[in-house]
């Protein structure tokens, strides 16, 4: 049996980019019969750049009703808050003690993002050692992530690897990270990477109106409705691409070959495959979100199957440290 495990942060509401390339792959894994899953909110490192309580807990309830929002399997798997199990603070100090300095300082994350915020704190320079204590803490053995956190996956190695050789002892087992290779970098309404910090992302739990209003926000250069179009540097496009079927793709890169098929009309029909694709997630998503009482209770379930792994870890690990 394999023991999967991967969390996303409560800043916000999960956008296309992280439901395509963190969500449902990591969901698919988890119906397999041989493995373990064990799915987080990680509402601790959500504190490094949220400081606003009250948008936490919204943010929690709408990542967490968006992993329920696309039927993943709370009875089978393991779904919980990272707050609610607190030896992995305990664990995080412990892990500090063995992390070299230049390894977190060097960490292209912490660089990338010290570059780019106001508030740089230490909370933001030692998120690996937290991430690294969420993934040893349970033993995992894949962690699903997007290509941009594979570095802290091989800190997470590191750090377990080197306490293990110190106390001659397979303490923790050695996580690899697992990155998808179907699944893209999903593009924003800019044509970048979409993300939270660009603010060029696409919340697909909008009401209609509100949706097809970011759909419209999306770039496209100022080639005439009447002329030909580029379909492969179009963004409405590559969009698309990611979520119609095989007929609606050709059909639309043909429409962009004639010509007389303007970029409005693109974006009709990426509002209208958006809402047929994740018309039951939205209404799912609806529901959880109008009773929050209904997330809470899955969550309750998980945690305590959670809180049991990390205590037993957790004891384990005092004793080989000598507390
Ligand atoms: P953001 O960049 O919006 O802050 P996170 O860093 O919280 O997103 O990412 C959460 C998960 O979603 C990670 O596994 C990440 O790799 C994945 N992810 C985020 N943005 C994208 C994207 N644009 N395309 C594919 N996967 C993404
Ligand atoms: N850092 C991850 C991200 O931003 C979220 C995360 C926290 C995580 N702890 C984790 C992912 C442990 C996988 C395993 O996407």
């Not at 696309?70 to 609610?84: A, G, P, V």
């Not at 699903?144 to 001659?168: F, L, S, T």
Request: glycine share 4%; with cysteine.
């Amino acid at each position: 049996m394999a023991r999967i495990l991967t969390g996303i942060q409560s800043t916000n509401v999960p956008h296309l980019g992280n439901i395509l390339g963190a969500i449902l792959p990591a969901i698919e894994l988890s119906k397999n019969s041989n493995n373990e899953s064990l799915f987080f909110i990680a509402d601790l490192h959500s504190l490094t750049s949220q400081k606003n309580a009250q948008a936490r807990k919204d943010s929690v309830n709408s990542v967490a009703a968006t992993w329920l929002a696309f039927d993943f399997d709370t009875e089978k798997n393991i779904f919980y808050r990272q707050s609610k199990i607190p030896e992995v603070c305990e664990l995080t100090w412990y892990l500090n003690c063995f992390t070299p300095f230049p390894m977190l300082a060097n960490a292209h994350s912490f660089k990338d993002k010290s570059d780019r915020l106001k508030e740089v704190n230490s909370g933001l320079f030692t998120y690996p050692v937290l991430m690294a204590a969420d993934i040893i803490l349970y033993d995992a053995q894949f962690v699903p992530v997007g290509k941009d956190q594979i570095q802290h996956i091989e800190m997470a190695r590191d750090i377990a690897a080197k306490i293990n050789h110190e106390y001659g002892k397979d303490i923790f087992t050695l996580p690899e990270g697992k990155i998808d290779s179907n699944v893209m970098i999903v593009p924003g309404i800019d044509g970048q990477k979409m993300s939270k910090s660009y603010n060029n992302f696409i919340n697909i739990f909008l009401p209609e109106k509100e949706l097809l209003k970011v759909v419209k926000t999306i770039e496209t250069d100022s080639t005439p409705l009447e002329d030909s179009k580029n379909f492969e540097t179009c963004n409405v496009f590559n969009l698309y691409k990611l979520i119609a079927s095989e007929n609606q793709i050709d059909e639309m890169k043909n429409n962009y070959r004639n010509g007389g098929y303007g970029y409005g009309h693109a974006k009709q029909a990426l509002y209208e495959a958006l809402i047929s694709k994740f018309e039951s997630p939205r209404k799912k998503y609806s529901e959880l979100m109008a009773n929050p009482e209904l997330i809470e209770e899955r969550l309750l379930i998980g945690e305590t199957k959670a809180r049991k792994i990390a205590q037993e870890k957790l004891e384990l690990v005092r004793s080989v440290l000598g507390f």
